[in-house]
């Protein structure tokens, strides 16, 4: 649950109980409660607007690919699969073909080159 050990959440339960109190600590675990429902309910019916507001073409839109970890995951490293030690394989080597450049057109004896007016 959020990366906290036994520990940290014993150490959690101990600030609570010292800053609300025992008989106040119910109450306030139900109203903490309270709130995160709300928000979580908030939050789906955002999502369900912004899917319903974009059409059926954005159906499989999930606002958390907007996330730039999750951007770069997707687009970039899905394509690049593990092996049995979980690092991904290394790539191909791209192979370029080797330049070989266009010979220059020649000007025949007396002919003189092209001139652009507009290029100076």
């Known amino acids: 649950m959020f990366g906290l050990g036994w520990m940290e959440i014993g150490a959690l339960i101990v600030i609570a109980l010292l800053v609300f109190g ?18 979580r309910r908030m939050a789906n019916n955002a999502r369900d607007d912004l899917r319903a507001g974009l059409g059926p073409e954005f159906s499989d839109f ?4 907007l996330n730039p970890k999750n951007f770069v995951r997707k687009h970039l490293l899905d394509d690049v699969e593990d092996d049995w030690n979980g690092r991904p394989k290394p790539l191909e080597p791209v192979v370029a073909e080797p330049y070989t450049p266009e010979p220059p057109d020649a000007l025949g004896y ?11």
Not at 62 to 65: I, Q
Not at 110 to 120: L, N, Q, V, W
């Open 22 to 39: 025992p008989d106040k600590l119910p109450q306030a675990a139900s109203q903490a409660g309270r709130t995160l429902r709300n928000l």
């Open 62 to 65: 999930d606002p958390a690919d």
């Open 110 to 120: 007396g002919e003189i080159p092209p001139y652009d007016s507009e290029a100076t």
